[in-house]
């Protein structure tokens, strides 16, 4: 039941035309909040970005893959099961994937320390679904238990990756590996060998790279303005166009003397992001597949439902910085 209130929370879209209010490196917090508070149906640039995470492409791809896995699995073809589901393995580091996302992986990491002969490598899948979150949606009357006991005593193994208080003044939202860690929230994380690290803030471009533990935190991401300038003269960054109205916020007395709200609308439709483009909904194919439903579960299936129902919803492209 709590999976599939989940999935109902998850259908609120996003107002995709209200204003992405988008601070300079030089604007005052408390005047910036102020703002916010005062135009309660516009946004932050962090608040979009939240939503816009995993892109609607990946998600679609991830969950092909894991249909070409399920036939080919379920039709006794091994090595080709393997092959896909080594395939999905290839889609983990180049989003920031939910919590129900991290279910697709575990299962197709299980699958393949199942189907593994090396105890090495079985013993690295294994490690792999272990360090993703405990609480992914996954049906246990799938997966051999002896192989679920070893996916528990795994996950007592790994240590937890923590971020300096400091972090938190620039970024104030941390993707690690598609789970948040904010200031007042970061339990910390469990990660193995390279982690997806993506840094997230209302005044600097996204930016996401791929690490090897040991090197996180040492990385310094890039900080690229959205806005650049001043109240006169300013110019925004080009990766703005993916909001469909923006409002660059310098201070109140700024305010006072212009009126900065911007309509990409307004501009070439040449120009215009790719939300604001109709979007044709068609079914997929591996949403008809008997091979596909067959033995994946139920919560995996009612997030393939939920997927497929969105693809005709207008949703924000997530955008980020390398």
């Known amino acids: 039941m709590k ?15 209200s204003a992405v209010i988008i601070p300079a490196p030089s604007t005052n917090p408390h005047e910036y909040e102020a703002l916010l508070k005062a135009q309660p149906d516009d ?21 092909k893959a894991l249909a070409r896995a399920q036939e080919a699995f379920l039709n006794q073809s091994l090595d080709l099961a393997r092959e896909h589901f080594k395939e999905i393995d290839n889609y983990f580091t180049i989003d920031d ?25 079985k013993n690295e899948w294994l490690k792999k679904a272990a360090v993703l979150p405990s609480d992914a949606p996954l049906e246990p009357n799938l997966i051999p238990p002896p192989l679920l006991r070893e996916l528990h005593d795994r996950r007592k193994s790994f240590t937890k ?19 948040r860690c904010t200031r007042k929230v970061c339990d910390g994380f469990s990660v193995y060998k390279h982690v997806r690290i993506t840094w997230l803030s209302n005044i600097w471009l996204p930016y996401s790279a791929t690490l090897r533990v040991d090197d996180v935190l040492r990385h310094r991401p890039k ?8 109240c ?44 604001n483009m109709e979007i044709k909904t068609k079914t997929l194919d591996f949403y008809q597949s008997t091979w596909f439903w067959a033995g994946i579960g139920t919560v995996l299936a009612a997030f393939v439902v939920h997927s497929h129902q969105r693809q005709g919803h207008q949703e924000p492209t997530t955008i980020y910085e390398r």
């Open 161 to 179: 990756m923590q971020f300096p208080d400091s972090v938190f003044d620039e970024w104030p939202l941390i993707l690690v590996n598609g789970q």
């Open 232 to 275: 006169d003269h300013f110019e925004l960054h080009k990766r703005s166009k993916d909001f469909i109205q923006t409002q660059p916020f310098f201070n109140f007395a700024c305010e006072d003397k212009k009126n900065y709200r911007i309509s990409l609308n307004s501009q070439n439709s040449d120009n215009l992001p790719s939300l």
């Open 3 to 17: 999976y599939l209130l989940f999935f109902v929370s998850l259908n609120c879209t996003i107002n995709a035309y």
């Open 43 to 63: 946004q932050s640039p962090l608040q979009y970005l939240q939503r816009a995470r995993p892109e609607r492409k990946n998600r679609e791809n991830l969950l």
């Open 223 to 230: 900080k690229i303005p959205w806005v650049s300038g001043n």
């Open 97 to 121: 994937w939910t919590t129900i996302d991290h279910g697709v992986f575990i299962y197709a990491y299980l699958r393949l320390a199942q189907l593994e002969a090396d105890p090495d490598q």
